[in-house]
Nanobody
C-alpha cells in the first residue's frame, strides 16, 4: 500500500505561481511512477505531469509544457509540481497518483494509488 498526501493548493491571481507537494509513504518502490492529474468541476480528470522515482525522466501534458515542472526528492519521498504563469483555466482539484510501473502513463486508470486532492483556484 502507498499513501499519498498533497498540499500547497490555494487561491492566487492570474500570472501567479504555486508549488504543490505530494508526500508518499508505505511501499514506495524505486520503480514507482508518480503523476499529477487535475479535475475541474463537471470535467474529466486530466493528466498534468508524471515522473519516475528511479531517474529524472518526466512527461507533461502538451498544453502545460513550459509552465509546469514536476520534480522529486527521493530522500523526502516527495514529488513537487511547480506551476507558473497560472491562468483561470488552471483552476481545479489537483491529485497526486502513484503506481508500480517502469514507464510513465497519462491514463488515470493505470494509477492504483491516489491522494485526496488539493484545490487550486486562480482568480482573474
Amino acid at each position: 500500500q502507498v499513501q499519498l498526501v498533497e498540499s500547497g493548493g490555494g487561491l492566487v491571481q492570474t500570472g501567479g505561481s504555486l508549488r504543490l507537494s505530494c508526500v508518499a509513504s508505505g511501499r514506495t518502490a524505486s520503480s514507482y511512477a508518480m503523476g499529477w492529474f487535475r479535475q475541474a468541476p463537471g470535467k474529466e480528470r486530466d493528466f498534468v505531469a508524471a515522473i519516475r522515482w528511479s531517474d529524472h525522466y518526466t512527461d507533461y501534458a502538451d498544453s502545460l509544457k513550459g509552465r509546469f515542472t514536476i520534480s522529486r526528492d527521493n530522500a523526502k519521498n516527495t514529488v513537487y509540481l511547480q506551476m507558473n504563469s497560472l491562468k483561470p483555466e488552471d483552476t481545479a482539484v489537483y491529485f497526486c497518483a502513484a503506481d508500480n510501473m517502469r514507464r510513465l502513463s497519462r491514463r488515470s486508470y493505470e494509477y492504483s494509488y491516489w491522494g485526496q486532492g488539493t484545490q487550486v483556484t486562480i482568480s482573474s
